[in-house]
Structures are given as C-alpha cells and as structure tokens.
C-alpha cells in the first residue's frame, strides 16, 4: 500500500470548562472564584486515510467530531499524538498546508454576509491564487452541479440555508483541494438539496479523486456517499471499516414478513443462521396458502441506532 495521505496517531484534545454549581451563593462566588473541570473531547484516536477515499465520520451528540476535524484542518493542535497530512503537520504548517484543503462547516459560513456570492468567489480566487482559467472552469461546473445560477448575484445575507450551503461547498473547492472536510454539510436541508449535494460530492471523489472526510447525522448520507464509516463515541472511536461490513456484522436480526391468500399479514423475526426458519415456513407452506413473502433486513439508522445506544461490543 502507497503513504497514506492521513496518518492520525493517538490524538487527545480536552477543554477547560467552568464547572456549574447550583444555588444562589454558589453563583456569586463563582463570580469570584471560577471552578473548572476538563472534558475530555478527543481521547486518544488513530486512524489513517488514503487518497481518494471518502469516510463518513459519524457519532452521537458531542462524540467528538467537530473537535477531530478541527485538529485534521489545523485549527486546532492535539495536546497528545500527531496529525501528518500531505508529509504536513497542519497547525504548525498551515499556511502551506491549508492551499491543499478545503473545509466546509455547515453551522458555520465562510461566506462574507455583506457580499453577493460570486464576489465571495471571487475573493477565494484572489485568496488562493486560482488561475484563472481553472477558477472559471470550476465554478461553471459546480455552478451546474449545484443549480446556483439564480441566486449568485445576491447577498449571502438573503440567500436561503440550503442556498448558501452550496455556496460554502463551492467556495470551498474553487482551488482544487486535494482534501475537503466536510463537517455536517446537509444539516437542515430538505430531501432535495441533500442529494444534489451528495451527487456532488460523488462527482468530485470521482472524476477528481478528490479526498473527503465528513460527519452528518443523516444515515442516508454515509450510505449513500461513503465506502468507509468511522464512528467515535464519547472521544473514543468505536468502529472502522465499510458500510457493508457494519450492515453485515450487526444486522444480525432480519424480519420474515409473510403475506396470507386471505391478506392476513405476519412478521416473524429471526436472528442469522437460525433453524427455526425452517420450521416457520414448513408449517406456514402446510397449512397456509402463502400470497407473498418479504425479508426485511434492519436499515443503517436502525444499526446505528442501536451502536450507539447499546455499544458496539452488544451480545
Ligand atoms: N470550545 C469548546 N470549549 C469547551 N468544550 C468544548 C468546546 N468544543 C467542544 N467542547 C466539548 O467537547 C465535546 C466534543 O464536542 P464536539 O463539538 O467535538 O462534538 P461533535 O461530535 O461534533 O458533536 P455534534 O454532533 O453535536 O456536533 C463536547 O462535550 C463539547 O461540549
Ligand atoms: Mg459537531
């Protein structure tokens, strides 16, 4: 196997953060005296990434994601381990380092509010250099992709979150990065707008091997978009490897729905590998006229659901 292009090595990263106490008094001498705890954010995660790969980076609320993708990006530096990306070590290098990346943080805009889009484009042309004939290139491209003609010339302050949400994406890819985080780009986006820009985001891994990294709650996304799935919990990571291997691995519960002649309808639901199938279906097919027969396997929300209510070491 070739370098990886991310080699993450036993990365921590906690927070100081006032600690609450209750009652009246002990707000006023919190006032004075502020008490601190730390939290423990990121909790010694490895992994590493070839080019080309996209990886879905999933977990429950405050898992550790963001954080993880700030250390990836640069903006934050791990207090234990190390990030290399590209032969960078991105906070120390960042400016040599941040020309390969783009970043999209969905709760955040990059956008200048003030301006209307294509000037915000235009902008990252001047940033970064862009030759011109890529930039126009590029942004004719995403610009069909994305179906933004209509809404480029206004300010980023009127545009609607899905619109502007593009408009973030594109920002972010104008200068060919080799590498693009993505942390929740289809937060709060209808049905419409997720699978554009999951089309997107196939296109550009495709057709330029464009590395992706990116965190969603939306299942559909991870499968749909991502080959590999890395799921942390609680700073730790917890699982990684393909989105069929996890389907595999934990859909170890199918339901047999079975449809009578006379429309009656009955589930019977078997763990993998049972005997009893048999059983239900030999006496089924004896004394039932059988209209129609249905396996349902449990879908990835379902999987995951149960992750990370139960762990992923369940029995
Ligand atoms: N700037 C900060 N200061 C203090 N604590 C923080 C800070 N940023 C994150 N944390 C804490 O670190 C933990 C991990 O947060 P992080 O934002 O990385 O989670 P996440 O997996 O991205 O969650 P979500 O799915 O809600 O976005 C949380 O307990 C959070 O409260
Ligand atoms: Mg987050």
Known sequence: MTQPMIQVSHIKKSYKVAKRSSGMRASVSQLFHRHYEIKQAVNDISFSIQEGEIVG???????????????????????????IINGYVPYKQRKQYVKDIGVVFGQKSQLN?????IESFELMRCIYRIPQKIYEENLEKFVELLDMEEFLHQPVRQLSLGQRMR?????????NPKLVFFDEPTIGLDVVAKEKIREFIKYMNQTRHTTMIFTTHDMQDIEKVCSRLIIIDQGKMVYDGTVEEIKKKYSNEKNLVIELADGQKETY??????????????????????????IEEPDIDTIIRDIYEKGVDRT
């Open 113 to 117: 509010w003030d301006l209307p889009l």
């Open 167 to 175: 408009g973030d994406i594109v920002a972010a890819l104008l200068h």
């Open 57 to 83: 980076f999933i977990g429950p609320n405050g898992a550790g994601k963001s954080t993880t993708i700030k250390m990836l990006s640069g903006i934050l530096y791990p207090q234990e381990g190390q990030v």
């Open 269 to 294: 639901s078997f763990e993998n590998g049972e005997d009893s199938i048999n059983q239900v279906l030999k006496n089924l097919f004896a004394k039932n006229m059988v209209a129609d027969i249905t």
